[in-house]
């Protein structure tokens, strides 16, 4: 936090009004800037590597399939550019990757099709609320759907655009997207944290916050290691 207090004192600001001013035109950024984060550092440290582009024979971690269904990168250029009018070569794209996380929070995301329809096909999976299986079938009638086709389901459909413990509340009445939800809700390992996160809005508000946080400082780079790209999509 105020990392760039004296380099750039604006820096925190001017990324949140970008982000605003992009999640008032584009809602469904909000979900990309949490998913940035999450894939950016939960591996080996957050260094915004997930936003370069194939280049000098490297292929980009956007073309792996854990990447499916990522998008919206072309906002970060946005936000970048936004800064370096104010403080050329100064704020790094890691950290407009984790700041813009923080801002962008209005959002639980979705799950595309091709990830949830062997739940649903040849039969329903027996851990799912049959009427929510219904509903989703009307969100994904095909067993085989075309990867290409922007075909979803919302993690929560009650608060779609809010981040609450709505999903704690629905993974416990068998309405979770993926198998990992519902073991969440019945593993003794976790289940206690679901129980209480779905009791305690509060309590699940803290636990996101002090989560974003932990994620966002997992071995950054500092000092002279990395680099300042004028352009995140490409190595200096």
């Known amino acids: 936090m105020n990392y760039y207090r004296e380099s750039c004192p604006r820096a925190e600001e001017i990324i949140r009004q970008q982000v605003e ?5 584009h809602g469904n950024t909000a979900v990309s800037w949490l998913r940035n984060l999450f894939h950016d550092c939960i591996v080996k440290s957050c ?13 980009s971690e956007q073309k792996s399939t854990r990447s499916f269904g990522m998008r919206n990168f072309k906002y970060v ?5 936004a800064l370096e009018k104010e403080c ?15 801002d962008g929070a209005h959002s639980v995301g979705r ?15 027996p851990t799912l609320d049959p009427k929510y299986a219904l509903y989703l079938k009307k969100r994904c009638p095909s067993p085989n759907p075309n990867p290409k086709e922007v075909l979803y389901s919302r993690n929560d459909p009650e608060t779609p655009m809010v ?3 709505m999903y704690y509340k629905n993974i416990m009445a068998h309405k979770g997207l993926l198998v990992i ?24 508000n803290e636990q996101f916050s002090r989560a974003i946080r932990l994620l966002s400082e997992n071995n950054p780079l500092t000092g002279d290691q990395g680099e300042i790209r004028k352009d995140c999509r490409y190595v200096n």
Do not use: Q, W
């Open 163 to 165: 981040v609450d413990n």
């Open 111 to 125: 799950v595309h099709c091709v990830n949830l329809v062997h739940r649903l096909y040849p039969t329903n999976d």
């Open 21 to 25: 001013t992009l999640y008032y035109k």
């Open 47 to 59: 260094d915004a590597s997930l936003l370069l582009e194939t280049a000098r024979g490297v292929e």
């Open 181 to 204: 939800d519902n073991e969440l809700a019945t593993d003794p390992r976790t289940a206690p944290f679901v129980a209480k996160m779905a009791a305690d809005n509060g309590y699940f």
């Open 88 to 102: 050329p070569g100064t704020v790094s794209c890691a950290d407009i990757v984790a700041l813009s996380a923080r």
């Open 77 to 81: 250029k946005t936000i970048k550019d």
